[in-house]
């Protein structure tokens, strides 16, 4: 059984606008959409959604936590964030993961054996340098 997927939350906002993600990504959500609990999304990622918005960086169809709510009543998972976590986040081994909600996303997979999805580059690169899994969307 492969492990449960959480989202990025560049991830989260295509996957909730049905936009197109590589075949790979494709594949692994389907899959992981046919087990409950085996998409993940993170607290920190409806704190990042509120923050494009207030800034106008997207434009949503509903207020930023009625959306994020959606994507909860349609069967995603939502990850734990216990203290262990966020100090976690500090403790990263080197890289070059500079934003504090890449930081938290990479220790919340770490920590309960996630793979990762997004596009963002340094989480990439922190996923080729052995640190966590990532798929790549």
Request: aromatic share 6%.
């Amino acid at each position: 059984m492969s492990r449960p997927i959480l989202l990025d939350t560049c991830a989260l906002i295509w996957v909730l606008n049905s936009d197109e993600l590589q075949a790979d990504a494709k594949v692994a959500l389907l899959e992981a959409a046919e087990r409950p609990g085996q998409i993940i999304v993170s607290p920190i990622s409806a704190w990042e959604v509120g923050q494009l918005v207030s800034k106008r960086r997207i434009k949503l169809v509903a207020d930023p936590l009625s959306w994020f709510q959606e994507a909860l009543d349609d069967g995603m998972a939502l990850a734990p964030m216990p203290p262990s976590v966020l100090v976690a986040a500090s403790f990263l081994p080197a890289s070059g993961l500079r934003d504090p909600a890449d930081r938290i996303l990479a220790a919340t997979a770490r920590a309960f054996g996630y793979r990762l999805m997004t596009r963002d580059r340094p989480l990439l690169d922190f996923a080729a340098d052995g640190h966590l899994q990532a798929i790549a969307c």
